[in-house]
């Protein structure tokens, strides 16, 4: 089912086409640098005791499940989580180009060797444009993307995963969010005016409007998580 939207959702798309996680010119320079961004090395395990304790109930074999992650950032989330699902196949994305770099060094030196070459991928795009096949993937994971960009970006996401992912298949999404329309605590407001006064059309999303464009791609939130540092996981699954 393809998303719709109306008012101010549809006036908010119509103001981005990129998801570029704050990059663009004047942004730094990477190439082929290994990166260590701070908040991944903060919540990486976090992150993979959550997806622990989430992947079994709804897989019992995690032979020939592919594991796409959207807005890789430095590829510290993906080697951290690999290893310990070895027969699993993880691929991982960017649409900041000067990442893949980084992505591809912590992919080389995964010791189960289960992560394929980085890809660009802007979620905007179709996942079509990638050579995806619709139900062709088991699980989408995006990290820390969905506050700093625009709602396309959230909206083209939850759009993706309605149509690529396989029937019971999850979007598992980790980040800050706001509950009810309502932002807490107050250390997630002040880092929300900070988002927003670097660029209005970012900021933290509500679950409740995640779930109406969600609703509308064939998805239903079925758990979340309480995470460290004020942190959600929201773990969406696809109808069947």
């Given at each position: 089912?393809?998303?719709?939207?109306?008012?101010?959702?549809?006036?908010?798309?119509?103001?981005?086409?990129?998801?570029?996680?704050?990059?663009?010119?004047?942004?730094?320079?990477?190439?082929?640098?290994?990166?260590?961004?701070?908040?991944?090395?903060?919540?990486?395990?976090?992150?993979?005791?959550?997806?622990?304790?989430?992947?079994?109930?709804?897989?019992?074999?995690?032979?020939?499940v592919?594991?796409?992650?959207?807005?890789?950032?430095?590829?510290?989330?993906?080697?951290?989580?690999?290893?310990?699902?070895?027969?699993?196949?993880?691929?991982?994305?960017?649409?900041a180009?000067?990442?893949?770099g980084?992505?591809?060094?912590?992919?080389?030196?995964?010791?189960?060797?289960?992560?394929?070459?980085?890809?660009?991928?802007?979620?905007?795009?179709?996942?079509?444009?990638?050579?995806?096949?619709?139900?062709?993937?088991?699980?989408?994971?995006?990290?820390?993307?969905?506050?700093?960009?625009?709602?396309?970006?959230?909206?083209?996401?939850?759009?993706?995963?309605?149509?690529?992912?396989?029937?019971?298949?999850?979007?598992?999404?980790?980040?800050?969010?706001?509950v009810?329309?309502?932002?807490?605590?107050?250390?997630?407001?002040?880092?929300?005016?900070?988002?927003?006064?670097?660029?209005p059309?970012?900021?933290?999303?509500?679950?409740?409007?995640?779930?109406?464009?969600?609703?509308?791609?064939?998805?239903?939130l079925?758990?979340?998580?309480d995470?460290?540092?004020?942190?959600k996981?929201l773990?969406?699954?696809k109808?069947?």
């Open positions: 089912m393809g998303l719709t939207a109306s008012g101010p959702v549809l006036r908010s798309l119509q103001m981005s086409s990129t998801c570029s996680r704050g990059t663009g010119p004047g942004s730094p320079t990477y190439k082929d640098e290994k990166l260590i961004y701070p908040a991944a090395t903060r919540n990486k395990e976090p992150i993979l005791q959550t997806l622990r304790k989430v992947l079994p109930s709804y897989f019992t074999s995690f032979k020939n592919n594991f796409l992650e959207i807005s890789s950032g430095s590829g510290q989330h993906i080697a951290h989580i690999a290893p310990h699902f070895p027969d699993m196949t993880f691929q991982p994305s960017e649409y180009e000067d990442t893949l980084s992505i591809s060094i912590y992919a080389n030196e995964c010791p189960t060797k289960n992560i394929k070459k980085p890809i660009l991928i802007n979620i905007v795009d179709d996942l079509s444009t990638y050579g995806f096949q619709p139900e062709h993937v088991d699980i989408m994971f995006c990290s820390n993307m969905i506050h700093v960009t625009p709602i396309i970006c959230t909206s083209r996401l939850l759009e993706n995963a309605g149509r690529y992912l396989k029937s019971n298949g999850l979007l598992i999404t980790y980040g800050p969010y706001a009810d329309g309502v932002i807490t605590p107050e250390s997630n407001v002040n880092f929300n005016n900070s988002l927003k006064a670097q660029n059309l970012w900021g933290i999303r509500c679950i409740n409007e995640m779930k109406d464009i969600a609703g509308l791609n064939g998805l239903v079925q758990q979340i998580h995470m460290p540092s004020n942190n996981c773990v969406w699954q109808s069947a």
